[in-house]
T-cell receptor, first 118, second 116 residues
Framework: AQSVAQPEDQVNVAEGNPLTVKCTYS??????LFWYVQYPNRGLQFLLK??????LVKGSYGFEAEFNKSQTSFHLKKPSALVSDSALYFC????????????????FGQGTILTVHP | KAGVTQTPRYLIKTRGQQVTLSCSPI?????VSWYQQTPGQGLQFLFE???????NKGNFPGRFSGRQFSNSRSEMNVSTLELGDSALYLC???????????????FGPGTRLTVL
């Protein structure tokens, strides 16, 4: 079974400060990791993914995430937060099966509300 | 390229009725997944279809079903609606996964179902 934990329900930061949204995961096999953002009354928007390769992944809107296999973590980061970054952020994982592919199932964390204050 | 579209966007039904939701994937995407989002349970995987076949299924009762057509469009059906089925239902599409990789899913805006 695969699972994701986002230990913080809310994260508050001041505009211009760096932000981190935490995520840890559990999965058998190689993890495929994702971050999505959701604005009110909208679907989820893809930010970035880790499949393989460099542990630091860069994505949309200046976001990046660091994959740490030993700590089974995939924290989302941004060097300088904007008020417009305020939204609900989801970490998700999909595990590979023996054949190296997975079948469309993402397991999501409970989400973290990010609030950036002016 | 147009994104994932879902119809209708809002739906109000009463207990015991059934409902059908529709999803049109991004052109060229052949995998379609469905998720239920509620404040209490968060985002939960319902099922995934590829080439008109259900390849994966979440832990939902048999009242929840789906299908995919030859043009990759998908529908999900919920029969005998219960109050607890009130949720945002999200559809996502992705390119066909190849061995050793995983293509990200792109989500539609969702259908907000309210059961009275």
């Amino acid at each position: 079974a695969q699972s994701v934990a986002q230990p913080e329900d809310q994260v508050n930061v001041a505009e211009g400060n760096p932000l981190t949204v935490k995520c840890t995961y559990s999965v058998s096999g190689n993890p495929y990791l994702f971050w999505y953002v959701q604005y009110p009354n909208r679907g989820l928007q893809f930010l970035l993914k880790y499949i393989t390769g460099d542990n630091l992944v860069k994505g949309s809107y200046g976001f990046e995430a660091e994959f740490n296999k030993s700590q089974t973590s995939f924290h989302l980061k941004k060097p300088s937060a904007l008020v417009s970054d305020s939204a609900l952020y989801f970490c998700a994982v999909s595990g590979s099966n023996a054949g190296g592919t997975s079948y469309g199932k993402l397991t999501f964390g409970q989400g973290t509300i990010l609030t950036v204050h002016p | 390229k147009a994104g994932v579209t879902q119809t209708p966007r809002y739906l109000i039904k009463t207990r015991g009725q059934q409902v059908t939701l529709s999803c049109s994937p991004i052109s060229g995407h052949r995998s379609v997944s469905w998720y239920q989002q509620t404040p209490g349970q968060g985002l939960q995987f319902l099922f995934e279809y590829f080439s008109e076949t259900q390849r994966n299924k979440g832990n939902f009762p048999g009242r929840f079903s789906g299908r995919q057509f030859s043009n990759s469009r998908s529908e999900m059906n919920v029969s005998t609606l219960e109050l607890g089925d009130s949720a945002l239902y999200l559809c996502a599409s992705s390119l066909t996964p190849t061995s050793g990789t995983y293509n990200e899913q792109f989500f539609g805006p969702g259908t907000r179902l309210t059961v009275l």
